[in-house]
């Protein structure tokens, strides 16, 4: 197996073990322990970002398996990686702090966005 498809499935995994965790967390914390009162919602909005972010981290290392090393899907699985840590690190964190972070988040979403671009520019690749 390719040594970036072993990358992003683990990442993949990370992410959902982090996302399940952080569910659990925005389920379970005291109300005092969010900032504002829609604190809890923005760290669920966090959560949610991670967890539907690890199966597209999962596909990226399986279609690299399948077609190879392939410039676009490399580039999708760096964009899904790291704006990934961006938008949900950001939005948890004004979730549970109040502070905002400036352009983090929306930089974290451009890169997420950019993820799925490139992966449909992969698809359409022969």
């Known amino acids: 197996m390719p040594r970036p498809a072993r990358l992003f499935l ?30 809890r919602d923005l760290a669920r909005e966090a959560v949610q970002m991670g967890m539907w972010h ?27 990686a790291l704006g990934v840590v961006l938008f949900s690190g950001a939005v948890g964190w004004t979730g549970v702090t109040g502070r905002h972070l400036g352009p983090v988040a929306p930089t974290g979403g451009s890169l997420l966005m950019l993820g799925w671009l490139l992966l449909a520019v992969d698809g359409l690749r022969r």
């Open 10 to 39: 683990s990442l993949g995994g990370l992410l959902g073990l982090l996302s399940v965790a952080g569910g659990a967390l925005a389920a379970h914390l005291p109300d005092a322990m969010f900032a504002t009162s829609s604190g």
């Open 54 to 80: 690890a199966p597209a981290l999962l596909a990226v290392g399986i279609l690299l398996c399948v077609r190879g090393r392939r410039v676009p899907l490399l580039l999708a699985g760096a964009a899904f």
